[in-house]
């Protein structure tokens, strides 16, 4: 039997330790862990730094006065915005860029779209031929299809039309486009379109319930392309389009650099009416953008 005082003099029980992290073997840390934050902050300041004075410098000759060799753009002025919208006509090569962006990134969509289902999900003889076209493809400069292209379109009347260009930059961009968004539709379970039919659903119905949601971000990376390239292509608008009327922004970027001199004011303003677009589209796409391209990385 055990007693009072047996039972305050023994000791008691030790409480339970929880158990301490485990600390990661030395060899399983990452490398860059281990690397001074000084030898990573560096180089990335280092190239910021290059990346960011060619920005500076266009705003500095764009907004400092006519003249002036301040490195501060003070007293701040817009006379070069309003020189080259008004008197260059950028203003109208702003409206032409646009239409013909805009037009280049929906036709480029809506039949690569319907091209990389068929190479996604049909199978046909010429196919390996078929793609591996698509990819010889990319290796043809654009300046050497200005010769055929041209014939072709004055046959057609439509040189000195917006038609033209819109035409020759969603060729140009249909072969990528293809191959890009063939590859994201391959990333999109099958399965999910078969479900769809047993649910009563046509091929039709059950791509635009089922498969284009899904799509969405393939969608964006390769209209986003289509509509930069489109943007800043040069070749096309200046071998197609005579009248001044119709030109873009990249041509009349070029009509401000002249053999005698260049008003490097008016060049600056105009640098960045062309660049503020597209720097906007970009500020706004770059979630989806990044989402497109981890999905058309991974295969299915």
Known sequence: MITEDAMISAPEAPAPVADEPRQRPRSSRRAWDEVPRRQIYLPLSIYLLFTLIPFYWILLFALRP??????????????????VWTERSFGTYFQNSVLIAVATLVMTTVVALAGGYAL????????????LALLCSQ???????????????????????LGSVIIAETVFQLPLSMILISGFIRNVPYTLEEAAWVDGCN??????????????????????????????HFLFALMFL??????????GLNTLMSSDSVDLGALAAGGIIAAVPVVIVFAFIQKWLITGFSAGAVKG
């Open 242 to 251: 005579s009248d001044q009327s119709k030109q873009t922004i990249p041509v």
């Open 203 to 232: 091929r039709f119905s059950s791509f635009r319930i089922v498969v284009l949601p899904l799509l969405r971000p393939g969608l964006i990376a390769v209209g986003s392309f289509a509509f930069v390239h489109a943007w800043n």
């Open 139 to 161: 290796f043809v400069p654009g300046a050497l299809l200005l010769v055929p292209l041209f014939q072709i379109f004055a046959k057609l009347q439509m040189i000195n039309s």
């Open 66 to 83: 006519a003249g002036s060799t301040s490195l501060v753009p003070w007293p701040m002025t817009f006379e070069h915005f309003d020189k």
């Open 120 to 131: 996604a999900r049909f199978d046909f003889r010429i196919k390996r031929g078929f793609m």
